[in-house]
């Protein structure tokens, strides 16, 4: 018996100094998406709200409410204060926003030109 206790503690030396790194647990599972969102595109997020105004427009004594956003590319308009918005778009800051059914707005929160179908050109202070 006093042989065999030698060479099974020069073989637990041995054994012990293998594989030396700890293993690691992890509970998360690979993301199957992982490669795709890294090679997708940046996110562009809209636009701030620039200024939201009630423009008294004439003729008519009529009223328009108006979202400007920044980077001046974008209108929010609506004919009744909680009524559908309509979405004015420029192709540049500077332009013109102009939307499919004759809807149009030209110039800023202070003093604008609008077109509405069925109402024409009114002329809007902020």
Known sequence: MRPLFPAAAV??????ACNQEPEVVSDK????LA?????????ELPPAIKASVS???QPGNALVFAEFFEGDKLVKLRTEQNGPATDLKAAEAGQPFTAEGGYSLTGDSK???V???????LTCKG
């Open 35 to 43: 490669e795709q969102l890294k090679n997708a595109p940046k996110v």
């Open 55 to 57: 423009m008294r427009c």
């Open 115 to 121: 077109e509405l179908p069925g109402k024409g050109k």
């Open 29 to 32: 599972a690979p993301d199957p």
């Open 111 to 113: 003093n604008a030109t």
């Open 11 to 16: 073989a637990l030396l041995a054994l012990s």
